[in-house]
Nanobody, 131 residues
C-alpha cells in the first residue's frame, strides 16, 4: 500500500487549499479513510473522516470549513480546506484504517477514530497559513 499526499503550501489566512492523496494497493472506498494533522510540539489529531459508505465526520475545529471526499475512479482522497486560519498550520497526513479493523467493519465505519486505528499513512504535506 502506498499513499502520497500533495497540495500543501503557504496561504494567507482566509485562503483555500485542496489536498490530494493518491492511494495504491487498496481502494479508497473499501474502508474508513482520514486526514490527520500534526503541528510542532503537538499530538497528531484527526480532522476529517470518511468511510466506504461516504459517511463523513469532522473535528469541531474544522467543521464547516473542511470537506473530505474521494474519487473512486482515480482512487484519490481529497481534503478541501477553505477559510484557513493560522492555527490550521501543520503537516497533513492521509490515512487508511488498519487491515484488521477493515475486516471487522468493512466499508461501514462512521465516526471519528484515533490515529492508532489507522495502519497506512502517507508521508505528509505541509500547510502553512500566515496571518
Amino acid at each position: 500500500v502506498q499513499m502520497m499526499e500533495s497540495g500543501g503550501g503557504l496561504v494567507q489566512a482566509g485562503g483555500s487549499l485542496r489536498l490530494s492523496c493518491i492511494v495504491s494497493g487498496l481502494a479508497v472506498d473499501a474502508q474508513a479513510m482520514a486526514w490527520f494533522r500534526q503541528a510542532p510540539g503537538k499530538e497528531r489529531e484527526g480532522v476529517a473522516f470518511i468511510d466506504g459508505e461516504g459517511a463523513r465526520n469532522y473535528d469541531n475545529s474544522v467543521r464547516g470549513r473542511f470537506t473530505v471526499t474521494y474519487e473512486r475512479a482515480k482512487n484519490i482522497l481529497y481534503l478541501d480546506m477553505r477559510d484557513l486560519k493560522p492555527e490550521d498550520t501543520a503537516m497533513y497526513y492521509c490515512a487508511a484504517l488498519r487491515e484488521d479493523l477493515r475486516e471487522d467493519y468493512g466499508r461501514y465505519c462512521p465516526g471519528r477514530r484515533h490515529a492508532d486505528d489507522f495502519g497506512y499513512w502517507g508521508q505528509g504535506t505541509q500547510v502553512t497559513v500566515s496571518s
